[in-house]
Every structure is written in C-alpha cells, then in structure tokens.
C-alpha cells in the first residue's frame, strides 16, 4: 500500500471559522511533510514532522497549526485564516533516511481550501 | 537559502525526446529528485539523484553533476499523456528533510 489520504477534498471556511485538515499513511514511514501550493506554483514546504516531533516550521504563520497524534497520522488546523491561503494543500511521506530510499515522498491528493 | 532554475515551458511532439534542465544553489546539498504533476493532481515521484550520474527508469533518465550544480530530466518515447508539469526539488539547504521545489517546467506533447 503506497497511498496517503487525506481529507477533506475541498473546504470552504470562513476567517473566523476553526477547521483541521487529516492525513493518513499505513506505509510505516516515518517523515510527514505539509505543502502548500498556489494554482501555477511549485509546492512549498510549511512542516515537517520526524518521529512524529515537529522537526521543519518554514516560518508558517501561527493561524496553522500542526499536529502528528502518531507515527500514521498528520493533521493541520486552521484558524483565522485570510483569503490568501487559498490553495492547495499537499501532505507526503517518506522513510526517515538518507539516500535514494529515504528520498521517495509519497504524496495525498490534496485538500483544496477556499477562504472567504 | 537554496535556489532552482528550469524552464517555464517546453513543447514536444509524440515520439521524440526532451530534455528538462535544472540549476540550483544550496548549501548542505543532499540530493535531486524529480516529480511529475498532471493538472488537477498531486506530484508523483520519477526519480533522485545523490550522486554524480544517469539513473535510468523506463522512459525516464536522471542526470546530476554536483560539482556544477546541475542537473536534468529526459524523457524518451514521449506521449500526449507525458504532458504535464516537471519539478526538480533539492534536499538540503536546512537538514536533510528540507525540500525546496524548483518552479516547474509544464510540457506539452503534441501528437
């Protein structure tokens, strides 16, 4: 089983709603990565997890918040957001190792967010 | 901080071979990965390279040179369902986990 999922598909929130986004992988990896991607953008890096401890914050603004519950699982809440967050957000997960390996990040499907 | 630099475009027809060039600087370089993203859809892993060389997979074949920051894609045998965007990523500038995705370079096959 190479698949990660998330969910939801899309959401619609307003800037003073509170929603978390899920992703799930059974595949024993231990890196789990949050990206975030503008329509004709490359993803950028928001978070990534190790071991389930928070190991990269890219500066992300304090309205997300990550959270690994365990080695399987990767949420983000958000709250407050503005209308510029807009976009597509990607998780991935890879094996936590150096090397051709431990370099394959299998990426979820996205949750395509809609701030109003 | 690291930088990438690839082409914004390249168009091809069915049949023939592209090559998709990627530059970058970083400090700390781990390797060079290659992903592929059809419209509507999540990247999906091609291939990485660590060390100096041409990795081959099916279609697809990875090149790096280390020591001139460099890198490339070349798809053989190309197919209309080949069009899509192509992005080289770095590892590394900030630990190994760090990944910094180039621009993308959107590849239209023609038939």
């Known amino acids: 089983d190479t698949e990660v999922t998330q969910t939801p598909k899309h959401l619609v929130m307003g800037m003073t709603n509170k929603k978390s986004l899920k992703c799930e992988q059974h595949?024993?990896?231990?890196?789990m990565y949050w990206y975030k991607q503008k329509a004709k953008k490359p993803p950028e890096l928001m978070f990534v997890?190790?071991?389930?401890?928070?190991?990269i914050n890219e500066s992300v603004p304090s309205r997300f918040s990550p959270e690994c519950p365990n080695s399987s699982l990767l949420n983000l809440h958000l709250h407050a957001l503005q209308p510029e967050d807009s976009a597509l957000y990607l998780c991935?997960?890879?094996?936590?190792?150096?090397?051709?390996?431990?370099?394959?990040?299998?990426f979820g499907p996205g949750t395509r967010l809609l701030v109003l | 901080g690291q930088s990438l630099e690839q082409p914004s475009e390249v168009t091809a027809v069915e049949g023939a071979i592209v090559q998709i060039n990627c530059t970058y600087q970083?400090?700390?370089?781990?390797?060079l990965s290659w992903y592929q993203q059809h419209d509507g859809g999540a990247p999906t892993f091609l291939s990485y390279n660590a060390l100096d060389g041409l990795e081959e997979t099916g279609r697809f074949s990875s090149f790096l040179s280390r020591s001139d920051s460099y890198g490339y894609l070349l798809l053989q045998e190309l197919q209309t369902k080949d069009s899509a965007s192509y992005f080289c990523?770095?590892?590394?500038?900030?630990?190994?986990?760090?990944?910094?995705f180039g621009i993308g370079t959107k590849l239209q096959v023609i038939p």
């Open positions: 595949m024993g990896h231990r890196a």
């Open positions: 991935a997960s890879s094996q936590e190792k150096s090397g051709g390996v431990g370099e394959t990040q299998y």
């Open positions: 990523a770095v590892r590394g500038g900030g630990g190994y986990q760090k990944v910094t």
């Open positions: 997890y190790s071991y389930e401890k928070l190991s």
């Open positions: 970083t400090s700390g370089f781990y390797g």
